[in-house]
């Protein structure tokens, strides 16, 4: 093994803001494609349902992916996992970019998934093994901030871009950005082989067994599960309530989207910051507690008064996405470092899972009265206050593994 060092103030500064634009890119690429659902359907003549393959295709390949990762991804070097990994997406983004059918942009939307599917699980194992749990909070606060930006800045840009060039432009420009992305990650991310096995030491499947037959591995999962499960019950039918039952006029969409990514921006390098000050457990529980106000508020509001509903939506982005900040600094300490790459990838199928089972869920608590209103939308809310009382007695129960990480090689 080489000499290694700890990394600088600097060298830590870069490395967070380079995986966070690795994350922002991602995130637009997985996102910008909903809103484009009316040019391609006009375009391709898709059907509904048609077009709900095109976008769960990306989820289905990226849980997938992730299960397959979790037999080797802890074998490899962090930053050669992540160069080939993060290519492989560019690529797969610029041939969605460049496809003129249906089959090949499902081709290339399947290739993307396959890819950025495990981007997002290495992106917090590298926190995890590179910057201390006692500084890990502020570390994730960063990280989790590109989720917001992608949702003020990111996706509003590419549909943009789509407006006055077409909806091929906006993957394009993500795969070109994605490739400066690429040789500042080269950069600035250390050298991480201190994690990995002995080549001969295990087998695929007995590595991916040390992960799920952990006892302590499944109370995080279950963890994260319970996570997805009380948000994205609420989630997917913000807008159809907000426009069908309080009167919410569809260009004032955006104002929801603006207003909470701006506000989670801010707040959630905030939280990591405090979560660190205060303890990360402590702070999990603390917004735990609070992001109940917004979720009950939210799926019980019957004013159509605009701006009690942007408090509303607003407080939801602040406390329900701002618990996941101190939420991902404790799940990346429930595996030892030898095991996190694996764990992380299996995290990430199954918090894919676990949305996709909370959306099911929500539309299975609500239906449409009569007139067309949203009926049973605060059944979700009420759904989110039981996942949230049990979270903030599991937390408690997930053991931790805080030692500091071994020191990364230099960064080249």
């Not at 080939?84 to 998934?113: E, I, K, N, P, Q």
């Not at 990995?196 to 991916?208: C, I």
């Not at 004032?252 to 801010?266: D, M, N, R, T």
């Not at 894919?352 to 009926?375: E, H, N, Q």
Request: charged share 10%.
């Amino acid at each position: 093994m080489r000499a290694a060092t700890q990394l600088t103030a600097r060298q830590e500064r870069w490395l967070l803001w380079s995986l966070a634009a690795v994350q922002f890119t991602h995130i637009v690429d997985f996102m910008v494609m909903m809103p484009l659902g009316p040019q391609l359907t006009r375009l391709f003549q898709l059907t509904d349902a048609q077009f709900g393959v095109l976008v769960s295709a990306y989820s289905l390949a990226a849980g997938a992916s992730g299960l397959t990762a979790s037999l080797f991804i802890d074998r490899f070097d962090r930053l050669k996992a992540l160069s080939v990994l993060y290519a492989g997406f560019a690529l797969a983004t610029l041939a969605c970019g460049l496809s003129d059918t249906y089959s090949g942009l499902m081709m290339a939307r399947v290739a993307a998934g396959v890819f950025g599917g495990v981007l997002g699980a290495l992106v917090q194992t590298i926190v995890g093994d590179s910057i201390p749990f006692e500084r890990r909070g502020a570390a994730m606060g960063i990280i989790m901030s590109a989720f917001s930006l992608s949702t003020v800045a990111g996706v509003p840009a590419s549909l943009w871009i789509a407006s006055q060039w077409g909806w091929h432009m906006p993957f394009i420009v993500i795969a070109l950005a994605s490739a400066a992305v690429w040789i500042t990650v080269w950069r600035t991310v250390p050298d991480l082989p201190g994690h990995a096995h002995d080549p001969g030491s295990s087998t695929a499947l007995q590595r991916l067994q040390g992960v799920v037959a952990n006892t302590n591995h499944w109370r995080a999962f279950g963890l994260s599960a319970l996570l997805m499960m009380g948000s994205f019950s609420i989630i997917p039918y913000i807008t159809i309530y907000t426009t069908t039952n309080l009167g919410l006029k569809p260009e004032q969409v955006p104002l929801i989207y603006l207003a909470g990514g701006v506000a989670s921006f801010f707040s959630a390098r905030l939280w990591g910051r405090l979560s660190d000050r205060w303890g990360k457990v402590e702070t999990f529980r603390a917004l735990s507690v609070v992001a109940v106000l917004p979720m009950l508020g939210l799926t019980h509001l019957t004013s159509q008064s605009l701006w009690l509903l942007l408090l509303a939506t607003t407080s939801f982005f602040i406390f329900v996405s701002g618990r996941m900040v101190p939420g991902m600094a404790l799940l990346t300490a429930a595996p030892p470092p030898n095991l996190r790459g694996g764990f992380m990838s299996v995290n990430s199928a199954l918090q894919s899972a676990a949305m996709g089972l909370a959306a099911w869920i929500g539309g299975a608590l609500i239906s449409r009265a009569p007139d067309g209103t949203v009926v049973g939308y605060e059944r979700t809310g009420w759904l989110a206050l039981a996942t949230t009382v049990v979270v903030v007695w599991w937390v408690g129960r997930v053991r931790l593994h805080t030692a500091s990480p071994a020191a990364p090689s230099p960064s080249r």
